[in-house]
């Protein structure tokens, strides 16, 4: 805001946060950062000027989802205009100004909609893994601006930046019409003028704000109410950030492939934070592999939709030793998957020992031949009909006769047993 009589200083946790952010990119780390100004003047920063960083920032190349990166660099942000609020009016509000912001600039490698859609949702998905930020775009707390321009040589056209695109969906839209509109602009004859631009969600259209300027408009020199950051007081902060342990989607995702998890099943659980952290706390109780990937069915298909549906609201109060008790029990055929899937339900909403519920109801699974034997007697003297048809070669007929046990049973027999029981009586 630069208030009369007051100077900026820079939040050491939002700069030690960027250079986290950076190692985990595989960036490079600097010896020497400082601060900028870039002067300009818009409503959005009345003090004619917005602290950045220009030539030396903080973070220096790395690459996510494929994408190289030129530079990750701190700065203040700045107000937030809206200009469909009132009738005829723009306002600015001014609460967040001051606020450090993570600007994340990429290399020109991006050609279409789809991978740039991509990158910001693995940035997201980056910045909510490791902790830094929920990244929720909706609430501005990330914003996307793509730089778009078309050529037929590789020679770069003129760019066209276009601001604040707050969704995923928005950023796809707005290079689908941009790239549509140069193309269709050179094609005529015109000329592409280099501007910055907004986009408009309900006409599905990009218009124009203020011509853009380059970055020699912007007149950079070093902030002079800042100091430089470089030697011991540098590296100690670097230091520091060297000892954490990050956290990051490419980590998790190694560690699920190592435990046999499929590719689509591994996203659902990485995407979602509330899953994500429920399986990684199950991770640390539960290392055999086959029951690993069986639990990660249930999280990913089961538990997700329960969520989704709004059957379950959230997983507070599911106890993750409750969840392995219940994988345990399914992967030692103590009762079947349609009667696991019953007792998840209820768990989650009345946190208990499954296998403790499962006693009370008598729900599990009969695997004693003898006392299935009375049951199959029953099934083949009720049916004589498709017993017959089963002698005749009919195979389907033995599973209607293992529906109906398993029916009776309310489930608790084993089927495969109950399968084979049932073919020996009748072969016999």
């Keep these: 805001m630069g208030h009369p009589g007051t100077l900026p200083f820079v939040n050491e946790e939002a700069f030690q946060t960027l250079l986290k952010v950076g190692t985990a990119v595989g960036g490079t780390l600097p010896e020497f950062t400082e601060f900028d100004r870039k002067n300009y003047f818009y409503p959005d920063i009345p003090k004619g000027y917005q602290i950045s960083q220009y030539k030396y920032p903080l973070v220096s190349g790395g690459e996510i989802a494929g994408v190289e990166l030129t530079r990750i660099h701190l700065e203040e942000d700045t107000a937030r205009s809206a200009h469909d609020q009132v009738a005829g009016k723009s306002i600015v509000d001014y609460n967040r100004a001051g606020v450090p912001l993570m600007e994340l600039v990429t290399e020109p490698v991006i050609h279409d909609a789809d991978t740039a859609s991509a990158f910001a949702k693995e940035l997201q998905l980056l910045l909510r893994v490791m902790g830094v930020g929920n990244g929720n775009m909706e609430k501005g707390e990330m914003r996307v601006e793509a730089n778009i321009s078309v050529s037929k040589t590789d020679t770069f056209g003129t760019k066209v930046e276009v601001k604040n695109l707050n969704s995923f969906k928005a950023v796809?839209?707005?290079?689908?019409?941009?790239?549509?509109?140069?193309?269709?602009?050179?094609?005529?004859?015109?000329?592409?003028?280099?501007?910055?631009?907004?986009w408009d969600d309900n006409k599905g259209t990009t218009f124009s704000q203020r011509k853009k300027e380059s970055s020699h408009d912007y007149r950079y020199f070093p902030d002079p109410d800042i100091p430089k950051f470089?030697?011991?007081?540098?590296?100690?902060?670097?230091?520091?950030?060297?000892?954490?342990?990050?956290?990051?989607?490419?980590?998790?995702?190694?560690?699920?492939?190592?435990?046999?998890?499929?590719?689509?099943?591994?996203?659902?659980?990485?995407?979602d934070s509330e899953l994500r952290i429920f399986f990684v706390e199950y991770l640390a109780i539960e290392s055999d592999k086959a029951r690993v990937k069986l639990a990660s069915n249930y999280v990913a298909t089961d538990i997700a939709s329960h969520i989704a549906s709004g059957v379950l609201s959230s997983l507070d109060?599911?106890?993750?030793?409750?969840?392995?008790?219940?994988?345990?029990m399914v992967e030692s055929a103590e009762i079947n998957?349609?009667?696991?899937?019953?007792?998840?339900?209820?768990?989650?909403k009345d946190p208990k020992s499954p296998r403790a519920f499962a006693k009370e109801n008598n729900l599990l699974q009969e695997s004693d031949e003898g006392a299935l034997i009375a049951l199959v007697d029953t099934l083949i003297n009720a049916n004589p009909i498709i017993v017959a048809e089963f002698k005749s070669g009919k195979v389907n007929a033995l599973q209607f006769l293992v529906g109906q046990g398993m029916k009776q049973s309310r489930g608790t027999a084993n089927p495969t047993l109950l399968r084979k029981l049932i073919e020996d009586r009748i072969n016999k």
């Design 230 to 271: 470089g030697g011991s007081k540098l590296m100690d902060i670097k230091s520091r950030v060297a000892e954490i342990d990050l956290n990051t989607p490419s980590k998790i995702r190694f560690t699920f492939e190592n435990l046999g998890l499929t590719r689509d099943i591994a996203e659902v659980i990485l995407r």
């Design 172 to 198: 796809e839209g707005a290079i689908l019409y941009e790239i549509k509109r140069q193309v269709e602009l050179l094609e005529k004859g015109g000329e592409v003028v280099q501007e910055t631009r907004g």
């Design 317 to 328: 109060g599911f106890q993750v030793t409750h969840f392995a008790e219940l994988m345990a």
């Design 337 to 348: 998957s349609r009667i696991a899937k019953d007792i998840l339900l209820t768990i989650l």
